[in-house]
């Protein structure tokens, strides 16, 4: 299926960023008209994906993170968060709610969470190369949008 | 972004506002441990009634804030959770830990 | 002068999507602490540079708008808003207050909201390339940021 | 989105809430003019309190409703308009045609 609408941001991997991320995706996604809960739920996911990409991918550097969220006909959003950073090693267990390689105080629930907040989740990563996460979501059709 | 700590008899509570993210914590951080080490409470409660948005970060947030407690022999409360936090909440078993007041729950989910 | 932070957006000419590209740059301004007076005025700015690339760069059809907001160190600004529109046969004419070449009820008052909102207005266009339009507002320094 | 539009006496009050963008425009202008020609009424009432963004856009709207006020013999006075609002109604001129109700600005601005 082809999207009916489609944008893309990019930015460096600063952590006064992210707030500018979630609230783009979810400024894009307004206009399906989402209720309150999805959209906190689908700006909880991005914080999430985008926190790893600044915190795990790029670690002291700074490198690009690049978003694109795509709008279906059937009322389903798409949300892409990419980086060219370190790469995950093994996913499954980095998926593992829990686990976390970082030092400091990450909780390792960031995929824990994008799973339940989201309907689905797939992760692809090449070490060296970089991660890519696609979230999906269905949001509830609105009888008057 | 300011942070109220208010001191009063055993306890120690700390306002927490607007978005709670990765960006934000390592500050809130700093400031709840100061706090602790200065008062060293018997009670530490965690007033998320002004709080927007928050993700994983506050995970961390206030499960380093529960091991901060048990070293010094103290309790940490979560309050004023709203629906969303108390997902965020759940899926990391803090329940089980007791730290969530029970009835503290705004609005109506539960 | 290089800057600190940059992000990208790039979207469809959809109408739909004015909101979400005012937001988006607001939200990432909002890092600098603008005053609230200042946040509107980039968004209606803003706002004024995307409804022309979708009512006169692509009129009918669907092109693409790409936007750069980029902050430097001393407080400055500046957006880029780009189009590969049909181009400004005369720049001149087009930025006069109250011209418009459009129908309906444009008021042609977009080129002057941008100069009168912003610091620095320049526009680039070349006929059947496209237009691009750069503006730059110095924020007022906070004392605790 | 919902535009709550009053009929009293001999004048039209239109409620006008949210953002008023380009997008928006369209709808908001085809129901204030279903009003206008259905009532024909001899004042109109364009009430900003609840709008929280507009561009030069909502210049169009006003100067568009101005006109067909005029066509049936009636006026338009504008109201309750934010300093951002009026800033952008006063690079339009539109105190000119007198539209600007007097007084009629919230907060402090002028
Ligand atoms: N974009 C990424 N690049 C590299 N490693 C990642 C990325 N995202 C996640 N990881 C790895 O997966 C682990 C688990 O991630 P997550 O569930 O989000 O928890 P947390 O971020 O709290 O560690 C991380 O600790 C890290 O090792
Ligand atoms: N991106 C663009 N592509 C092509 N033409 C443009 C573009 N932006 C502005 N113009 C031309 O300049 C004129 C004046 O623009 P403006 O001051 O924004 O007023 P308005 O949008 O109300 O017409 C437009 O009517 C149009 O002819």
């Not at chain 1, 944008?7 to 996604?29: D, G, L, Q, T, Y």
């Not at chain 1, 790893?52 to 059937?74: F, L, Q, R, W």
């Not at chain 1, 990419?82 to 400091?104: R, S, V």
């Not at chain 2, 959770?81 to 965020?88: E, F, R, W």
Request: glycine share 8%; proline share 4%.
């Amino acid at each position: 299926m082809k999207p009916i609408n489609e944008m893309k941001i990019s930015f460096p991997s600063r952590s006064s960023n992210e707030s500018f991320s979630r609230v783009s995706v979810a400024a894009f996604v307004a206009q399906l008209d989402p209720t309150l809960d999805e959209l906190a739920d689908i700006k909880t996911a991005v914080s999430e994906a985008v926190t790893n990409c600044i915190v795990h991918a790029y670690k002291e550097k700074i490198g690009m993170v690049y978003i694109t969220t795509s709008i279906y006909p059937d009322g389903r959003v798409r949300i892409k968060v990419k980086d060219k950073g370190c790469g995950i090693e093994d996913i499954e267990q980095a998926m593992e709610p829990l686990f976390t390689t970082a030092a400091g105080e990450r909780a390792g629930l960031g995929f824990a969470v994008m799973q339940s907040f989201m309907n689905k989740l797939k992760v692809y990563s090449k070490v060296g190369k970089g991660t890519t996460v696609i979230m999906e979501k269905k949001l509830t059709p609105r009888e008057n949008g | 972004m300011d942070l109220k700590i208010e001191s009063k008899d055993n306890a120690v509570t700390v306002y927490l506002t607007g978005e709670i993210d990765h960006h934000r914590a390592a500050d809130i951080r700093e400031k709840i441990d100061m706090a602790i080490e200065r008062i060293r409470p018997p009670m530490l409660y965690l007033d998320f009634g002004g709080v927007t948005f928050m993700d994983s970060s506050g995970i961390g947030l206030v499960m380093g804030r529960y091991r901060a407690m048990q070293l010094i022999g103290g309790k940490l409360i979560v309050r004023n959770i709203n629906p969303q936090i108390k997902k965020i909440m759940r899926l990391a078993g803090l329940e089980k830990l007791s730290v969530m007041e029970k009835g503290g729950v705004t609005n109506e989910a539960n």
